[in-house]
């Protein structure tokens, strides 16, 4: 989605703002968010973790979590409405960026550069290099999927991917953290590297409710290449036996009990 804005957007200009549900601007009021960016330019267009960071002329950014539903659509201004748009920036050359959430959990904000509102994320888990993780984990008895899923730790990774990622290291989620040995610290860095590499090259994880797509309104693929999420009952494409499902950290967990240890 980044780089998609970036293609699609550096150097646009918005020339109006409608709100229709305040709830995405929870953070802003509506009159503040609008009058921020009426007539901005988008100059820029960064990530840390989950939050889209889309740097204008003055120095403000304006942040954009998708959360559960959220997606952003860009289209031509006179297309038709789609249902639960609840921002739309209408650009100078004709075309409109559309926030659409139905299950309204997503949020767009203007902050100042220095992004006070993100200060208590963690390292961003593709900047996260080796002994970064190693000091994380032994500092932490917590269960291994948990601290993967805890953004204030490790930013970027989600339900889906801490599945794929523990898989790939053949690493269980129950684990404590601070019990893993050096191998396994170097198997669960190379899987993170690993695993959201690939899920960025397919363009992302659409699953059956079809929510997450790109600006064009086009799924990702990645879930074609999953290996135990969502896959309880089915063989684990590595030794075969049946991926199974628990919960750890209030989140469904899939996992293989044959490979993962």
Request: proline share 4%.
């Amino acid at each position: 989605m980044r780089r998609d804005l970036a293609r699609e957007l550096e150097g646009a200009v918005i020339d109006d703002v409608t709100v229709t549900g305040a709830r995405s601007v929870r953070r802003n009021d509506t009159r503040t968010f609008r009058r921020a960016l009426r007539g901005a330019t988008l100059v820029s267009f960064g990530r840390h973790g989950k939050y889209l960071l889309m740097g204008l002329d003055d120095g403000r950014v304006l942040v954009a979590h998708l959360r559960m539903s959220g997606q952003f659509l860009l289209v031509p201004s006179a297309a038709a409405p789609v249902k639960h748009t609840h921002v739309r920036l209408a650009l100078a050359d004709g075309r409109e960026l559309r926030f659409v959430d139905p299950r309204t959990f997503g949020e767009l904000f203007v902050t100042t550069a220095d992004l006070p509102e993100l200060a208590t994320l963690g390292i961003d888990a593709l900047d996260l290099d080796r002994p970064a993780l190693e000091a994380l984990l032994g500092a932490r008895r917590g269960r291994l999927k948990a601290l993967l899923l805890d953004q204030r730790v490790i930013a970027g990774i989600g339900n889906i991917y801490s599945d794929e990622i523990l898989w790939t290291a053949r690493l269980r989620g129950s684990r404590p953290a601070n019990r893993l040995r050096p191998v396994e610290v170097g198997r669960l860095h190379d899987a993170i590297a690993a695993v959201l590499g690939e899920a960025v090259a397919r363009r992302g994880s659409s699953l059956a409710d079809a929510q997450y797509v790109d600006l064009a309104g086009q799924p990702g693929s990645y879930q074609e290449a999953h290996n135990v999420y969502g896959r309880a009952g089915l063989p684990c494409p590595r030794c075969g036996r049946a991926v199974e499902r628990t919960v750890v950290a209030q989140r469904s967990h899939f996992w293989c009990r044959n490979c993962q240890r």
